[in-house]
Antibody
Framework: QIQLVQSGTEVRESGASVKVSCKAS????????FNWVRQAPGQGLQWMGW????????DYAQNIQGRVTMTTDTSTTTAYMELRSLRFDDTAVYYC??????????????WGQGTLVTVSS | VLTQSPGTLSLSPGERATLSCRAS???????LAWYQQTPGQAPTLLIY???IRAIGIPDRFSGSGSGTDFTLTISRLEPEDFAVYYC?????????FGQGTKLEIK
């Protein structure tokens, strides 16, 4: 069992950057990777990208590529998601999700509590 | 693209729910998952590999399908099952989610 604890609510102005953290704890087995998923108010889930906890390989959704960077700190089992040049439509709850590989694919068994990022003028 | 139907499903406790997820391109390896989300909460993994229940998920939840057509079935609805359900393909990038089906009490 893994618990994912995310950093708190953020408010940023348009054009600024935000960095959200996600710390994993509770299991001696390091999770295999982290995904980031966001949800705009009243909307569905949008996959943002993935980072390997082993080698730092990343894969970003095309619509945010160039503005997002995902990193991990293996010493603290913490994942980070930085989003730059924020726009109003980046206002959303940002979730980290993690787990282990099953049949070669990362299962998103564990989710953080979500971090609300509000972009204002 | 993953298209879920119906958008909203109105049923009563004890009834059977059938939710559909259709992919515009074949999902290889049946790498299709289902999640449940209640208001204000993070999603919960219900089903992976199209038909395998995640740990701790009651057996009234079942998944089926392959290729482009997948189904989540809840055999007898409990009050706590009224929520929004999402399918997700995780066979390749991007790991798209469907737009969701809201299961509401009739």
């Amino acid at each position: 069992q893994i618990q994912l604890v995310q950093s708190g609510t953020e408010v940023r102005e348009s054009g600024a950057s935000v960095k959200v953290s996600c710390k994993a704890s509770g299991n001696t087995l390091t999770p295999h990777g982290f995904n980031w998923v966001r949800q705009a108010p009243g909307q569905g889930l949008q996959w943002m990208g993935w980072i390997s906890a082993y080698n730092g390989d990343t894969d970003y959704a095309q619509n945010i590529q160039g503005r997002v960077t995902m990193t991990t700190d293996t010493s603290t089992t913490t994942a980070y998601m930085e989003l730059r040049s924020l726009r109003f439509d980046d206002t959303a709850v940002y979730y980290c999700a993690s787990g282990y590989y099953v049949s070669g694919k990362l299962l998103l068994e564990y989710w953080g509590q979500g971090t609300l990022v509000t972009v204002s003028s | 693209v993953l298209t879920q139907s119906p958008g909203t499903l109105s049923l009563s406790p004890g009834e059977r729910a059938t939710l559909s997820c259709r992919a515009s391109q074949r999902v290889s390896g049946n790498y299709l998952a289902w999640y449940q989300q209640t208001p204000g909460q993070a999603p919960t993994l219900l089903i992976y590999g199209a038909s395998i229940r995640a740990i701790g998920i009651p057996d009234r939840f079942s998944g089926s399908g392959s290729g482009t057509d997948f189904t989540l079935t809840i055999s007898r609805l409990e009050p706590e099952d009224f929520a929004v359900y999402y399918c997700q393909r995780y066979d390749s990038s991007p790991q798209t989610f469907g737009q969701g089906t809201k299961l509401e009490i009739k």
